[in-house]
């Protein structure tokens, strides 16, 4: 490890440099092979993937984006149908639900996890109300038990957007292995990242498995044919390759980011402006996101910038508040998420980042508070 002056949100650097030989060992394995599509390497995922999360199938695709869509495809989701998330996500959540000509309906979230708050849920549930995607937010676990408890009783599918929840879990279950389906995303930012696009769905159900496996290879179970309106969301053979050389480290690499968050969590102790995340038990931190209060947030990430430090906003505009929903979601008002998004600031991590590191950020965070 290496104290760095210049310190970016996240440096993949260590990672590539420690696994170079097996990265480069598998990418030559698959030229050598010419099979670049859906091919050896992408099967042994799979079933590496399903152990590892126990679950019944692991269904490699393109991205997190594409596994959320599948997923809704393959639910039967709609005009006319209504799923219900949280507004303070990456798009790609709420994209996927329009997409496929469903309405979000966006619940405001719980502060202290920053994920769907649930006592909020059943007020938001109608006739026309379908599904729920609760996201792991920052790899933080949504209480899946209380979750699932209201999806039952209200006859909901539920879909977990795990993308920022590899190797999370639930009183000891993974994400992604409770609701009908999961999906993940392997962007290579994310904790179990390939080098390009890359994504994954999850479920124990044998008929949702075989419409998610048609629906990513243009509606066919059979070559030419072609049985409905697909979508061509194949997983490539040099990214089920990375990531199968990265799966046996992702336990050790999740431990690493808790140990970091302890860290920071440590050097910002006390400080009235500051709320640091919880850590809670199954959190793998793909993001470590503090609250500053009384604070030009903004502010603070132009004076981080300029020493050099990497802070990121994840999100500054909540989803109801983005122009595409400005006339859909006219009225809806979540005043915690717009809190939120006021007062939220990630802080660089990644496994390997020097404690060294992580007292410059925190000096210059408190400094720049003053
Ligand atoms: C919460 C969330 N959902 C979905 C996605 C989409 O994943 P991908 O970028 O692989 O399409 C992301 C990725 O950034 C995400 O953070």
Redesign the pocket.
Known sequence: MSVQTQIPILDLKPQVEALWPELTAALEKVLKSTSFILGPEEQLLEKELAAKLGVKHAIGC???????YIALRALNLGPGDEVITSSF??F??AE?ISHVGATPVFVDIQADSMNLDLSKIEAAITPRTKAIIP???FGRPVDLDGLMAIAKKHGLKVVE?C??SFGATWNGTQTGVTGEIG?F???P??NLGAYG???LMTTNDDVLADTMRMLRVHGSRRRYYNECVGYNSRLDEMQAAILRVKLPHIDRWNEARRAVAQRYNELFQGHARIITPETVSGHVF?QFTLRVLDTDRDALQARLAEQGIGAMIYYPVPCHKLKLYEESHKGVVLPVTERLAREVISLPIWPEIAPESQALVAKAVVEALG
Do not use: E, I, M
Request: hydrophobic content about 40%.
């Open positions: 393109n991205s997190g984006t594409d596994a959320l996500t990456f790609a959540t996927a996201v792991h937010l957007d993308a920022q999906c995303s392997f962007f930012t994310k696009d890359a994504g793909h």
